[in-house]
């Protein structure tokens, strides 16, 4: 159990915490009186809340997960395969959301291998995670290589139940997934994701190097939000775009926000601001200034915006496009606030010099 959590407050996942706490007892009481013996691998405080606060009926508990130390909290599958590892004997592991309300065939039970089902990959589960273990790192095991390279979707092995007559197989495939882990996965991360956004920076200012178009835009800019946003009687005809040669960056850490930190000294929103990970946004927009660039971390619905403008629309057209972001209770109830929030974002976006007035279709 992560020890950074409290099962009384934090949900593991799960709607709320006590249905995380009512899946584990639902869990273990019916494979208590399917088979009898049950026995619980764990840490101390996860011993602690199954046996003595829920007096769930384990047979027995092995303490073999406090001494585990993971390279990084969100790993947390390597509890599981630590323990396919120290197994002798056929078994069966059983995550604590899995319920059984009648036994398992004998005869998959005497199976080299068993899985609770095959899974093929995803575009919005394995792709994205399979894209990212490729960027962060260069050494991946054969096996893994040549699925990774194949160019098919990846097949795997849902492991919620898991287990198998085949004790050599996992004593392969525990060995080789322990000792491949980065031990300094977070750091491998953080540097990894630098050099890429850097490399981006630096291949972006190279081909953007263009002082004449950047001063005439400015020229041009001092006028963009008056222009825009003076008369708002007739805001709704107004007719905007993306500004060339502007870039966007995704990156795993707030690298636009660090750089402000140290470049915007004594803005008050950055003063503050820490080393975070996650999926950001960083715009780059060229400038007339000693180092060429402005960057900033923009939203999803900043993004959402300078993907639509890739050609002229009316704010209007604007308005009804970017509808489909939005509930429709919010476009029911409360257009106005909406209408307002799509205004402040292209104001916000005028300012930053990455939408400009047209003028004309």
Known sequence: MNTTKDPFCDSFGWIAPEYHLMGWALSCLQLHKLY???TLYA????????LDTLQLPFNSLILVHDQLTLPHPDLWALPKIYTYSLQEKPFLHVDGDVFLFEPLDSGLLDSDLVAQNKEVATEHYYFPAQKALMCHFSFFPPCVKKDFESGKPIHACNAGILGGN??????DYTAL????????IESTVFQNDFEMFYSQLISYLKANNALEYVCER???AIYWCRDLFADMSGILDKVIVRSPKMEIIGSSFNWAGLFNKHYRVGAGYYSD?????????????????????SLYDINELDHALLQL???SLSIHDILFKMQIYFDDDVLQYHFEGYKDVILSSIKE??????IQPTYKL
């Not at 840490?43 to 199954?50: E, I, Q, R, V, Y």
């Not at 997934?177 to 300094?184: A, H, I, M, N, S």
């Not at 976006?349 to 990455?354: G, H, S, T």
């Open 43 to 50: 840490n101390s405080p996860a011993a602690g809340l199954l």
């Open 309 to 311: 403008l890739s050609e």
């Open 36 to 38: 009898g013996s049950i």
């Open 273 to 293: 601001l820490k080393i975070m990970k996650g999926y950001f946004l960083n715009l780059i927009v060229p400038e007339a200034t000693d180092n060429g660039f």
């Open 349 to 354: 976006l005028v300012i930053k010099k990455a």
């Open 166 to 171: 085949n004790i050599s197989f996992y004593r």
């Open 177 to 184: 997934t322990l000792t491949q882990c980065p031990q300094d």
């Open 218 to 220: 400015d020229l041009a």
